[in-house]
């Protein structure tokens, strides 16, 4: 993911803002992390350079 999209993103559970704590990166792409909830502090990981924003009790049912 692009470290701009920040701007746009926001917590699916209480809808505010996301920090982003950067695990690897590939130039500009974020390519694993996570994002996390200034808020309710609910964390939502990247893999492969995608954010998974799925609230936390649907991450579990998701196929994979």
Do not use: F
Not at 18 to 40: A, P, Q, S
């Amino acid at each position: 993911m692009k470290e701009e999209l920040m701007e746009i993103l926001c917590c699916p559970v209480d809808k505010h803002d996301l920090e982003l704590d950067v695990g690897e990166r590939d130039g500009e792409e974020i390519l694993t992390g996570e994002l996390v909830c200034t808020e309710c502090g609910e964390s939502y990981p990247i893999e492969d350079g995608i954010p998974n924003l799925l609230p936390p009790d649907m991450r579990d049912e998701a196929p994979a």
